[in-house]
């Protein structure tokens, strides 16, 4: 009996061994506090405001630590055994493990102090600094002004780091990086009051502020922009144009940097999620611009015309097909776009409470830059998704590609899926901070293909135009790896695009310096749709009379970005309960 009594209270005494899902769980939430702290301006727009008085810290010992600590969060959740974990426990351990693991990689490549792409950079980033943080009250201005302050020591950092970069032979390509001056001088306004930073001071006082410490936060916003951020933007340019511009690099694939090789092998890796090499890649391309362009010429011959070619010139040519005033394009985007919401229940079963609006991409970028993108929303901070259309060089930009373009942007596409990945019963770092490039993409470009079914192509010219939007994608799989991993030139990029695509000039030179300055990004928007269309495909033959889009699309959607290997196994199990 006392030997009894003796163990029944070495039991109660002795802690209870933590069960793996708890251990799970307080990995994901010390990685969740971990990423707010290290990402502060995001910290803010989703609502945690300890942090508002910080910006990002780019330099590499800020990398390494990260690297560091993410090796860390790793280690522990390999200790985290999966057989006391349920499904969705497995699955949010897996995809935090990639995304652990791919940091830790990345940062191991010296290619990471190329802090500038053609298409994002840091001077830009800080200057859309308004447009991602909440600005309503006292507090929020006080910390766009702190924030403002900073910029100098991040600007410095990444000068830093991109000298460093240029000497160990780490620089874009000459032939990539055209008309980033003007990225930077756009930014510079010789009234404080025209500038982008400023323009928050434009608007209503909030009521929390008096009309006398309004007035003096703008004399601080006007300071700022004089003495602080103008200098700093023209220390940057100056250093641009009189010693980077003269040592950037003459070769231009990935291919040519130390361990490039690797890194490229590695970048198509996490793009695309999968195992593939960089010619099963350009192979897949070459099949998909085949089989494209036979569908172009079967367009173009039902439209009258005796060539794709010929139906392709006359599309371009045509001054009806082009708005004459950015204020046009913009508003037939705006009226495309309200058609496709229209629509969306048709489709979807399941849709979402953040609305989206449209906007003139900033003029100093325009014009470097592709024909639109998509800005994500931020629910606690009560920012909207932001559908940019590209409003320079007007010419460039016809009317015919918008269905297709409006699809990919904003809906059925990048806006439906981000802001519904936003309000998912999800860990936070699901909801926020993992964007699959080949789910999110491979979503968006699966729904320009939606649009025949929804009826967005009623025209052969629209036609004409999703079609081109496709063989855009699929040349991006040849030209990518051709640049990178085959040897290709720029001049061959641009020319495989023109003899394949109705791309107009400017979009395809946009376009290739994106691919060259940024490789292997735009790999995984085609593979990312083959295999949403392959999974449909697979539930249409698997179901029969039984299968239903729309539950399809919830279950494609139901879990966020995932990578394809995890999206695969979601869909096999939906159809199997459904059978």
Not at 55 to 65: G, N, P, Q, T
Not at 105 to 123: D, I, P
Not at 523 to 548: N, Q, V
Request: charged share 20%; glycine share 6%.
């Amino acid at each position: 009996m006392k030997k009894l009594l003796a163990a029944m209270l070495l039991a109660t005494a002795a802690p209870a061994l933590a069960a793996p899902s708890d251990d799970l769980a307080r990995v994901i939430d010390d990685h969740w506090a971990w990423w707010l702290a290290t990402n502060p301006e995001q910290a803010t727009a989703l609502g945690e405001r300890r942090y508002d008085d910080k910006i990002s810290d780019v330099s590499l010992a800020e990398a390494d630590r990260q690297a560091a600590a993410a090796q860390g969060f790793l280690k522990r959740l390999n200790a985290v055994p999966d057989s006391g974990l349920s499904t969705a426990e497995r699955v949010n351990k897996a995809i935090l493990a990639r995304l652990l693991s791919e940091q830790v990689e990345a940062n191991g490549f010296g290619a990471r102090q190329v802090l500038f792409t053609s298409y994002y950079s840091w001077h830009q980033g800080f200057a859309s600094l308004a447009e991602n943080v909440p600005l309503r009250t006292r507090a929020d201005f006080d910390s766009y002004l702190a924030r403002l302050a900073q910029y100098p020591a991040l600007n410095r950092e990444a000068m830093r780091i991109t000298r460093a970069g240029v000497a160990a032979g780490y620089a874009q390509p000459c032939v990539a990086i055209g008309g980033i001056e003007k990225s930077i001088t756009g930014v510079i306004t010789a009234s404080p009051e025209d500038s982008r930073f400023y323009a928050p001071f434009k608007g209503e006082r909030p009521g929390d502020i008096s009309a006398a410490d309004w007035a003096a936060m703008q004399a601080r916003a006007r300071t700022l922009v004089t003495d602080v951020l103008n200098p700093e933007y023209r220390a940057f340019h100056e250093y641009f144009v009189k010693e980077y511009l003269p040592k950037c690099r003459q070769s231009v694939g990935a291919s040519a940097l130390p361990d490039g090789a690797a890194w490229y092998a590695f970048r198509v890796r996490q793009m695309t999620t999968t195992n593939l090499s960089p010619e099963e890649i350009h192979q897949i391309g070459l099949r998909e611009v085949a089989r494209i362009r036979a569908e172009m010429d079967a367009a173009a011959t039902q439209a009258g015309f005796a060539s794709r070619a010929a139906f392709i010139a006359a599309l371009k040519s045509d001054p009806r097909y082009f708005a004459k005033t950015p204020e046009e394009l913009l508003a037939a985007a705006a009226l495309e776009a309200k058609r496709h919401d229209g629509l969306l229940p048709r489709y979807f079963s399941r849709l979402p409470r953040l609305p989206y609006g449209i906007r003139a991409i900033p003029a100093e970028t325009a014009e470097g830059t592709t024909t639109a993108y998509y800005g994500p929303g931020a629910p606690p901070a009560g920012i909207a998704g932001t559908y940019f259309v590209n409003t320079s060089k007007l010419p460039q930009r016809p009317l015919w590609e918008l269905p297709a373009l409006t699809a990919h942007e904003a809906v059925p596409g990048h806006h439906l899926q981000i802001a519904l990945q936003q309000e998912l019963e999800l860990p936070s770092f699901r909801k926020y901070a993992a964007g699959f490039t080949a789910y999110v993409e491979g979503w968006a470009l699966y729904t320009e293909r939606l649009g025949i079914e929804m009826g967005l192509y009623d025209t052969p010219e629209k036609t004409m135009g999703r079609l081109s939007y496709e063989m855009w994608r699929a040349c991006r799989l040849v030209v990518d790896t051709g640049l990178h991993a085959k040897g290709w030139s720029k001049a061959r990029a641009v020319a495989f695009m023109k003899d394949n695509t109705a791309l107009t000039d400017a979009n395809i030179d946009a376009e290739v310096n994106r691919y060259i300055s940024w490789p292997g990004q735009a790999l995984g928007y085609k593979m990312g749709e083959l295999k949403i269309r392959a999974l449909r495909a697979r539930a249409e033959a698997a179901l029969g009379t039984k299968f239903d889009l729309r539950a399809f699309h919830d279950v494609v959607l139901g879990q966020g970005a995932v990578p394809l290997d995890v999206l695969e196994a979601q869909v096999d199990a939906w159809i199997a309960t459904q059978k």
